[in-house]
T-cell receptor
Framework: KNQVEQSPQSLIILEGKNCTLQ??????????LRWYKQDTGRGPVSLTI?????NTKSNGRYTATLDADTKQSSLHITASQLSDSASYIC???????????FGRGTSLIVHP | GAGVSQSPSNKVTEKGKDVELRCDPI?????LYWYRQSLGQGLEFLIY????????KSGLPSDRFSAERTGGSVSTLTIQRTQQEDSAVYLC????????????FGSGTQLSVL
């Protein structure tokens, strides 16, 4: 069964600090993995995509990693800002279906 | 359009009434998805369209839920005889349909069943 597990479920950090969010998946065969950011009251927005051959990719203060062997990904946020407060969702495509598999998300709160 | 548009943004209805939720995808996007998100929860897949056909409707929770898509564009999600447990945000997403592409989401419809 295709599954995506994220940890932690929620996280509170102080502005300016770094944090790392984790994603483990069982989707097979693997096509790609995306991290989405969902602000309160809005739909998710894609931050980055990781394909099988990519290990690390950065998008500003966001850095995603992928270990296709262990089926793990992480999203590292550097020098957090108040606007980073949101839910971060790991989404894996593949598994023989055009329906991507969503994780339940990590709720990040950044305090001043 | 510039993005995925959903209407209404908020809908309050009485238990037992029917509701229709509309999604206008990005022009040219052939794939369209409906999701449901209860308060504080993850996204729950409902139905997937490729063009006007729905090859996967496995997520529809009951026969009170139905969806259609016309002209390969606008989609309508209909909930008949609404129940309080139907209260949630209903999100629509579209993609180019060329494979495992990025989903573009609308802002959702907040449905409240009293």
């Amino acid at each position: 069964k295709n599954q995506v597990e994220q940890s932690p479920q929620s996280l509170i950090i102080l502005e300016g600090k770094n944090c790392t969010l984790q994603c483990n998946y069982t989707v097979s065969p693997f096509s790609n993995l995306r991290w989405y950011k969902q602000d309160t009251g809005r739909g998710p927005v894609s931050l980055t995509i990781m394909t099988f051959s990519e290990n690390t990719k950065s998008n500003g203060r966001y850095t995603a990693t992928l270990d296709a062997d262990t089926k793990q990904s992480s999203l590292h946020i550097t020098a957090s800002q108040l606007s980073d407060s949101a839910s971060y969702i790991c989404v894996v495509s593949g598994g023989g279906s055009y329906i991507p598999t969503f994780g339940r998300g990590t709720s990040l709160i950044v305090h001043p | 359009g510039a993005g995925v548009s959903q209407s209404p943004s908020n809908k309050v209805t009485e238990k037992g009434k029917d509701v229709e939720l509309r999604c206008d995808p990005i022009s040219g996007h052939t794939a369209l998805y409906w999701y449901r998100q209860s308060l504080g929860q993850g996204l729950e897949f409902l139905i997937y369209f490729q063009g006007n056909s729905a090859p996967d409707k496995s997520g529809l929770p009951s026969d009170r839920f139905s969806a259609e898509r016309t002209g390969g564009s606008v989609s309508t999600l209909t909930i008949q005889r609404t129940q309080q447990e139907d209260s949630a945000v209903y999100l629509c997403a579209s993609s180019s349909g060329q494979g495992y592409e990025k989903l573009f989401f609308g802002s959702g419809t907040q449905l409240s069943v009293l």
